[in-house]
């Protein structure tokens, strides 16, 4: 499949590229200034997992995602939850390595699951950042320590079983069999008529003619490589977040991780999703462009909910929770009480108080299960 551009085609997409990128020069610019993007860049990560399983034809809401990260399910996650939490924890561990990390061999083979290339280390951005990505990780291991732990022994127990109604001349497993991933004896993940090794070397050869080019329509070339390659099976979703790193690394949006999957999902799908090229990159570059305006008009109500939240604890005691608060609120599409009294460590009861003090939205209008969120 040919990835070059030509003249004719650049003409025609012309226009949609110079509104993808003002925009995202207008997004990048007002983020990388405004006092609440912190906040914003990590609500943008809860927003682009959600619309990466929307854009894949399944339904995830922004709240269950944001009690899953909490380990505060009310419910039993599906398994869309679990990918969309996949998801979130891919976005934050791309933000915090170094921007070009994502697109590299090593990159690749680490958020591809690859536990083999995991022995180099990314290079990071942030070394505080990288601690609490890995006191996050610790705390999700101790919580499912014990089920993995049974899971382990029923596995264990089923391979002996296995073994012990093995034919004893049976013939040896040629060399191709034996060299599969020590972690998958029964090949149930390795396709050997799908060699995504090869599919992924394809696909990192059209970096460079992406460089060539403007950096949003780079990134859409490569988002369009990734649809007609599929490098991987299990991780089709990881496209839109590559196109995010390539915009990071050419330094087109370096302020946070852009939200791909956020504007993609605004699109029809017979445009993303079509035969003819140009429609479909014309439809990724609108994509970029929409994402950018929501970016936009989400800043301007945190921006203008801080302002609220300033003043009403503007008096207050130097020592008081509700800076704290404000910025927690700012992070999250919702809170709950429970939420703001383990991150504040206080008491629930505390937790209530400062909720009704800092004059934010109650969103579930019940008197059990509550949330408040900035809408």
Avoid: C
């Amino acid at each position: 499949m040919r990835y070059e551009i030509d003249s004719p085609l650049l003409v025609s997409l012309l226009p949609t590229i110079v509104e993808a990128e003002d925009g995202l020069a207008r997004l990048d610019e007002r983020a990388a200034r405004a006092a609440i993007a912190e906040g914003f860049a990590e609500r943008r990560n809860f927003f682009d997992a959600v619309g990466a399983l929307w854009v894949a034809g399944e339904l995830v809401h922004v709240e269950d995602l944001v009690l899953h990260d909490a380990h505060m399910d009310t419910r039993t996650p599906s398994h869309e939850l679990t990918i969309a939490h996949s998801i979130l924890r891919a976005r934050r561990r791309i933000w915090t390595a170094a921007p070009d990390w994502a697109l590299s061999g090593s990159g690749l083979s680490i958020l591809g699951g690859d536990t083999q290339g995991e022995g180099a280390a990314p290079e990071t951005r942030s070394a505080k950042a990288l601690v609490e990505d890995d006191d996050a990780e610790h705390e999700a291991d101790a919580l499912l320590s014990a089920e993995l732990a049974e899971i382990d022994a029923i596995l264990e127990r089923s391979q002996r079983l296995l073994d012990s109604h093995g034919s004893p001349g049976a013939p040896e497993a040629p060399d191709r069999v034996r060299e599969k991933r020590s972690d998958d004896p029964l090949g149930l993940f390795d396709d050997e008529e799908w060699d995504e090794a090869a599919r992924l070397r394809a696909w990192r050869k059209t970096i460079s003619i992406a460089d060539s080019l403007p950096p949003a329509l780079g990134a859409a070339l490569l988002f369009d490589a990734w649809e007609r390659m599929e490098p991987l099976r299990r991780q089709h979703w990881l496209g839109g977040l590559l196109v995010a790193s390539y915009l990071r690394a050419r330094g087109k949006v370096t302020s946070h991780l852009f939200a791909f999957y956020a504007g993609l999902k605004t699109v029809r799908y017979e445009r993303r999703r079509s035969r003819d090229r140009l429609t479909r990159l014309q439809a990724f570059l609108e994509a970029m462009a929409e994402s950018a305006a929501a970016g936009l008009k989400e800043m301007d109500r945190l921006s203008l909910a801080r302002t609220q939240m300033e003043i009403r604890f503007r008096d207050r005691r130097s020592n008081s929770s509700l800076p704290q608060l404000a910025d927690f609120v700012l992070s999250r599409p919702m809170v709950s009480s429970a939420m703001v009294a383990r991150e504040l460590r206080i008491t629930s009861r505390g937790a209530l108080n400062l909720l009704n003090d800092i004059g934010i939205r109650e969103i579930t209008g019940r008197g059990r299960y509550r949330a408040w969120g900035i809408i």
